[in-house]
């Protein structure tokens, strides 16, 4: 259910996972519009250089979670799915 900690750990997914395409777009502005962490693209900086390597812990954390509680793995799916939903929502 929406109080599962799967079905918050697979909205984290979908929040965390939007770092690695904020470090892409980060480079486009850095490049295109002159913009930095610093001044006025933090958000898409995400962690920096450690972006990868906290992603890499975070779905190994997710994994881990995901085999221990099997009975959760639906809700984790739920939740991505309605994060995801939820940002197209306010996006459209």
Do not use: C
């Amino acid at each position: 259910g929406n109080e599962s900690t799967g079905f918050l750990l697979g909205a984290m997914y979908v929040i965390e996972g939007s770092t690695l395409g904020g470090r892409f777009l980060y480079g486009n502005a850095n490049k295109v519009l002159g913009l930095n962490e610093i001044n006025g693209a933090s958000y898409f900086a995400a962690y920096g250089s450690d972006t990868g390597t906290k992603w890499k812990a975070f779905v190994a954390a997710l994994n881990n979670y995901a085999a221990a509680h099997p009975g959760e793995q639906q809700d984790i799916i739920d939740g991505a799915n309605f994060t995801f939903d939820s940002f197209y929502q306010v996006l459209s």
